[in-house]
């Protein structure tokens, strides 16, 4: 992950994490690839936590693998906190995602999510950008309390965003910080029996499915490029993508 995406956890984690309690914590999308040196784990070492690291795949910081990618294997309501940085914008079906996370959250409980609402595609499968209203929908969507929703947009120029000012000191990414959390209160019993029926289908088709891989990348029309389209501005090499 990039410093920026790491410095927005570490506020949440100071924000919503009291030192003076334990939390089991669970990491999604833990692994860190090569040349990456930056993770929660390091994070919460100030902190009494449970961790686990859990993803798709095996690897560094990853504690247990996901046997179906939209299944996290852990029990209902035992997690305190669930953290996710800069892993959503590769999950296809992310509202599977957030709905498993739900299920593992316990009443009172906090999930950060952090994730791009720009930048350059990279790694095999880059799906999604979020804003601050696409948290509001997934915490619609899976029935969790939405806490904060914030978006590093780049700076005004008149009544809009300067999008051609983006640069290494503007924050690339333009992180986006969700911070959920699942009501104390339990829902009455016709709404949970609902929710649970629609998140059991919603994970079994995610995962039958699995991702886009079935799916060939098509080629674009020949008039498709714009003329006077701005020129990219390439990622910053001193920060290392996920």
């Known amino acids: 992950m990039h410093q920026s995406a790491y410095d927005q956890m570490a506020l949440c984690v100071k924000e ?10 669970v990491d999604l999308g833990s692994r860190i690839s090569p040349g990456q040196s930056l993770t929660h784990r390091a994070l919460l070492a100030d902190h009494k936590v449970d961790y686990v690291g859990i993803d798709v795949l095996d ?28 892993a959503f914008e590769h999950i296809p079906f992310f509202w599977a995602s957030i709905m498993e996370i739900g299920r593992v959250l ?8 952090t994730a791009p609402s720009r930048g350059n595609a990279h790694d095999a499968q880059d799906c999604w950008r979020y804003y601050p209203d696409g948290f ?10 939405l806490r904060e929703a914030f978006t590093d947009f780049p700076p005004m120029k008149g009544i809009r965003h300067d999008y051609q000012a983006i ?15 699942k009501p104390r209160q339990a829902p009455h019993l016709p709404y949970r029996i609902s929710r649970a029926i629609v998140r059991e289908v919603t994970i079994r088709w995610a995962n039958h499915i699995g991702g886009v891989e079935g799916i060939p990348v098509p080629g674009a029309h020949p008039d498709r490029k714009l003329a006077g389209r701005p020129k990219q501005v390439p990622a910053p090499a001193a920060e290392p993508v996920q």
């Open 16 to 25: 919503y994490m009291p030192l003076t309690k334990r939390h089991r914590v």
């Open 59 to 86: 690897g560094p910081n990853v504690d247990r693998v996901m046997t179906d990618p939209y299944r996290i294997p852990l029990k209902s309501r035992s997690a305190d906190v669930v953290i996710s940085g800069q």
């Open 106 to 113: 316990r009443p009172g409980g906090h999930a950060f999510i």
């Open 136 to 145: 509001r929908a997934m915490a619609a969507y899976c029935g969790l309390e």
């Open 167 to 181: 640069d290494a000191k503007h924050a690339y990414w333009g992180d986006s910080v969700g911070v959920f959390r």
